[in-house]
Structure formats: structure tokens, C-alpha cells
């Protein structure tokens, strides 16, 4: 069974930077893509960046420019560097795998950005 925990959350003021980190349990070579979704109170969750094997990477519009995933292979890692953060990136940040057959979920890091 896959175990992905996520770290790096906080309190932050608007402008500020935070790098969420997201440690797989296993290699993630196995895994076809993996992300980092967002759930605000009262939203539905939304894809914030996307990592697939071959090292494209999709993010969305309300974060490009600002926030840049990469992965670790060699920590079985994957981060989410989040720059001049703003109110409204304020949410519960969740890591997200897919290895073709099965979706894993983190338990989510809050991350909240004060104005």
C-alpha cells in the first residue's frame, strides 16, 4: 500500500513564499503523474500542479508563474515551491499519485496565507 505524507505547510504572509514536500513510501517511478490538488472551504477540490513520468508539467492558471513542482527521484519526493503567495491560495494542500491502476491521496497540509 502507497503512503504519501505531506509536510511544509503553515502560516504565511501574502507575498511570502512556502515548499510543500510530498514523501512517497515507495518509488515513484511507479507512478504515471503525480500532483498537488487544493480544497478551500466551501470549494471543491481543484488541481493546482501536475508532474507526469516524462517530466511535463501542468499547472493551473491561477498558479503559473508563481508555483513550480519538481520531483526527487532519488527521495521518492515531490515538491511544490509556492511563491508571492496570495489569500486566496489559501487551502488544505493535498498530494496526489497515479500509477495507471490506483489514485493515492496525502492527508493534506493546510496552508494559509494572511492578507
Known amino acids: 500500500q502507497v503512503q504519501l505524507v505531506e509536510s511544509g505547510g503553515g502560516l504565511v504572509q501574502a507575498g511570502g513564499s512556502l515548499r510543500l514536500s510530498c514523501a512517497a513510501s515507495?518509488?515513484?517511478?511507479?507512478?504515471?503523474?503525480m500532483g498537488w490538488y487544493r480544497q478551500a472551504p466551501g470549494k471543491q477540490r481543484e488541481l493546482v500542479a501536475r508532474?507526469?513520468?516524462?517530466?511535463?508539467?501542468n499547472y493551473a492558471d491561477s498558479v503559473k508563474g508563481r508555483f513550480t513542482i519538481s520531483r526527487d527521484n532519488a527521495k521518492n519526493t515531490v515538491y511544490l515551491q509556492m511563491n508571492t503567495l496570495k489569500p486566496d491560495d489559501t487551502a488544505v494542500y493535498y498530494c496526489?499519485?497515479?500509477?495507471?491502476?490506483?489514485?493515492?491521496w496525502g492527508q493534506g497540509t493546510q496552508v494559509t496565507v494572511s492578507s
Open positions: 508532474i507526469i513520468r516524462v517530466g511535463l508539467r
Open positions: 496526489n499519485a497515479d500509477d495507471g491502476r490506483t489514485t493515492y
Open positions: 515507495g518509488s515513484i517511478f511507479s507512478f504515471n503523474a
